[in-house]
């Protein structure tokens, strides 16, 4: 794919992405799904359940597992367009050159001009855009769309993903949602929200999961709902994790962080975590789940924050425990600030990739994660376990 392409398809997905091309290390798009011997996986494509048709694909073999496994899909949007068009909802087609699958970016819009923009089946979200008080608008997330190198493929990475693993008690392979069918839509344009449903579940049904997305008219909120249909404990690990775009770190402060107790570790390696170039902090060898899962920690160094106006000018990557429920990101490069809260998870991410690259590029962001990495979630069986994150914008 050429670059004009890959600028094609950025507006699509969000009208403020920023096209890179040449990432020295780029991930698939979630269209794809990477088989693995050591998880169980789902390879039917998800149902989205209105009016369209599937085809299901068989799984690569395992002298092929290094190849990534795309399911085919074949989605009439223009019925979903239809079923929805009352919904302040649209859909819109992103055929992948080089691939034999589409993906879908469903448009959320309100009447006071907040959007959100969310990828199907990958669950990813790319956009959210408010509404200032001076009567501008102001992109929240960052989200870079690439070509990877010597192909024809396209990766989406940043804006707000999941990264989790489940393992259930007694069980040596583990299981991650990443392929999402589309459940429901509720609300609409002309009502203070609008709400889609995902969900998604292994192989044999013994996890489910749901994840909420609901745009109000200041708040975007991330819900999940595991629920534990085994016969033994579950076992959650892993984080929400949100790209923020900021001008630049060296002007991002973090607000309300004095007192907590933090964890530093090199940054958190997962499919749509935006890659950094060669520096001090990316030479120290990324962890993921699986790592975390398996007890093969980095050294970790304890710390206490003695900064109440955190300034986020040099690269670091923490997670945080005992931090408040609610966090301010303030940015004095754009005048903006944004309020952070969760529920349910007890531990904070914090990434910053340093102040080294340019003003509004590439690494202009900042990464939060509403997690559960030290410490995981314990389900027992038929229990559930609710976790959300919520983006305010006080700017209004």
Same mark, same amino acid.
């Given at each position: ?11 699509? $997905?969000? @009208? ?40 299901? %694909? ?9 190849? @990534? ?26 055929? *992948?050159?080089?691939?034999? &699958? ?9 009447? /006071? ?6 990828? *199907? ?43 989790? %693993? ?9 299981? &991650? ?7 429901? +839509? ?31 008219? %200041? ?54 975590? $935006? ?13 993921? *789940? ?15 924050? /003695? ?9 670091? &990557? ?5 931090? @408040? ?10 005048? /903006? &600030? ?17 102040? %080294? ?8 962001? +900042? ?5 559960? *990495? ?20 006080? /700017?209004?």
């Amino acid at each position: 794919m050429k670059a004009a392409a890959v600028a094609q398809i950025a507006p699509v $997905i969000s @009208p403020n992405l920023t096209p890179v091309l040449g990432l020295k290390r780029s991930l698939q798009i979630t269209c794809q799904q990477s088989p693995s011997s050591n998880h169980n996986q789902d390879h039917n494509f998800p149902s989205f359940m209105f009016k369209r048709t599937t085809k299901k %694909d068989n799984p690569p073999s395992a002298l092929a597992s290094d190849i @990534p496994y795309i399911p085919s899909i074949n989605i009439d949007y223009s019925n979903l367009e239809t079923e929805f068009k009352e919904n302040g909802v649209t859909f819109e087609e992103i055929s *992948l050159t080089g691939t034999n &699958s589409n993906c879908l970016v469903l448009k959320m819009t309100l009447q /006071n001009g907040s959007t959100a923009a969310l990828m *199907l089946p990958s669950g990813l979200i790319t956009s959210y855009k408010t509404p200032l008080w001076h009567g501008g608008q102001a992109e929240l997330l960052h989200t870079c769309v690439s070509k990877r190198a010597n192909s024809t493929d396209v990766n989406v990475q940043g804006g707000v993903s999941l990264s989790f %693993d489940c393992e259930i008690e007694g069980l040596v392979s583990t299981w &991650s949602p990443s392929i999402w069918d589309l459940s429901s +839509i509720r609300g609409g344009q002309d009502q203070e929200f609008i709400q889609v449903e995902l969900k998604s579940s292994n192989w044999d049904k013994t996890v489910e999961v749901k994840h909420i997305v609901t745009i109000r008219e %200041d708040v975007l909120t991330s819900e999940l709902v595991f629920s534990n249909k085994s016969l033994s404990n579950l076992r959650l690990t892993g984080s929400v994790i949100t790209h923020l775009g900021v001008s630049t770190p060296d002007a991002t402060y973090a607000l309300g962080l004095e007192g907590s107790n933090y964890y530093s570790k090199p940054p958190l390696s997962s499919t749509f975590c $935006i890659t950094l170039p060669d520096s001090d902090l990316s030479k120290s060898k990324n962890w993921s *789940l699986g790592d975390l899962n398996k007890g093969k920690q980095a050294e970790i160094v304890d710390g206490e924050e /003695n900064e109440n106006y955190k300034q986020l000018t040099d690269a670091m &990557s923490r997670i945080y425990t005992c931090a @408040p429920r609610q966090l301010t990101i303030m940015d004095r490069g754009k005048r /903006n &600030s944004i309020i952070l809260r969760r529920d349910g998870f007890e531990e904070l991410y914090l990434f910053s990739p340093g102040s %080294d690259e340019e003003w509004y590029g590439k690494y202009a962001y +900042i990464c939060v994660g509403q997690s559960a *990495l030290l410490q995981p979630v314990i389900l027992a069986p038929g229990d559930k376990w609710n976790g959300s994150q919520h983006i305010h914008n006080p /700017n209004l």
